[in-house]
């Protein structure tokens, strides 16, 4: 974890700021350290990060819309160079904050103030709450950290005043799964993959909810996130339980492959995994050009490089329990050969 002179610096970076920009990974995790450090200084403008896996150079261009005087980067693994670039150039101070492993090169890091949690890894959330330490922002911290199958030492407190949504002492997998907490950070995960209006419309909502129940409860607010949940719910649990019936219970991997409009490969894979944790899980979201793979496993992050070792264009990496990859539509046949190797 950070040290409190490191945290004590995040916090006066972001209050010197008048105008701050955040760019936020696109999941639970990366929505609620943005949305816990804007409450807590209520200035600043935030936009989900969609590349992958870095913060790439199109992204120079919300920079220029935006004209901040600070940027803050947020659960995302990766920074490019170009984009780190840019911003030197505009003399924009950058303030990187994550968990993840990363193979950005030292003079690109060295651009920015960089605050990483790693090897521990606690989420960016929790590392955002530990900053500020405002109890009205627990509850969202709480699901930032389950998002990310973290079980945080404020969780207690929580679940003190909820029983009902956070059963005290449960572990951080069964909460995901089988808490009501876990089924707002899948509402939110959800509501993050709906048009750029509806994101911003729950996003500005989320800046003045008080408590679980303002999500929770269906209102003229919450409408749109309650209608995109129960539709991407009913493709999510079809998804899981198709690839549950093409699951050789022998088999030491469970691989599955879907499409659509809509990829969800994370929260499938988790589901899978959490329902069976001996087995390797590989979801693969099949795109025109590109497939979005998702790796849970105990050896995740080591299978993950050996499944992409040979394949030059993939990336991948993540957690040592659950990883991320892309591999370019043309060597998918090379991947699914790896698979049959480390069989
Ligand atoms: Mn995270």
Redesign the pocket.
Known sequence: MLTQEQLNQIRENLEASQNPLFFF?N?V??LMSFLILRRAIGRGKGVAIKSFPDLKEQYVRKVEELNPDAIFIL?KAELSKEFADAIEQKGIPMTWID?HETKTPKEIIEKTSYFNSHPSSE??TYIAQKIFNRQQDLWLAVIGCIG?VYMPDFAEKFSEEYPELLPKGIEPFDALHSSEIGKMVRMLNFGLMDTITNVVTLIKYLFKANSPADLLEENQYTKQLHKRYSQLNEFYTKQVAKAESKFYPESPVLFYTYSGNTSMSAEISNKLYHKHKDKLIIVAFIRPEKVNVSIRGEKALETTKKLIANIEDATGGGHVEATGAMIPIDDFETFKENIKQIL
């Open positions: 990974d999941d995790d990366g659960d968990h989420p960016t990310d």
